[in-house]
């Protein structure tokens, strides 16, 4: 949330707005937790098609949690979800559950793709 690349005309646009956000920052290192990501907004006003996340390295046995009407795509460091669209002024959250890394700050970089046009987000976990 911190971090995110747009372009200068949208920025002032979306900053006050939930971006995509882990919705808990921080928690256990090594445990089993849910992490659930949160999208606040289209791209621009443009509805969400998609949200590929690249993973940090450390995060281990990880499942994502199916839903109604997105495909899911794995490869060994990013989950996709496809599927939608989802409106820009809806609200949606995206899951998954897995072994978190060693203490350290742990940051996932966002692609969300929209109708028209993306954004780029990093939300940081930190595990203690
Ligand atoms: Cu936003």
Known sequence: MKKYL???????AASAHAHITLEQTS?????YQKLVFRVGHG????PTTAVSI????GLAALRPMPKA???????????????????????EEFVMF??????????FKIVQSCQAGSANWETTLETR
């Open 6 to 12: 747009m372009a200068a005309a949208l920025l002032a």
């Open 27 to 31: 928690a256990p290192a090594g445990s």
């Open 43 to 46: 791209c621009s006003g443009s």
């Open 54 to 57: 690249r993973l940090p390295e």
């Open 69 to 91: 009407g997105w495909n899911i795509e794995r490869t060994p460091d990013s989950l996709s979800w496809r599927g939608g669209p989802l409106p820009d002024d809806f609200y």
């Open 98 to 107: 897995g072994k978190l890394p060693a203490a350290g700050s742990h940051t």
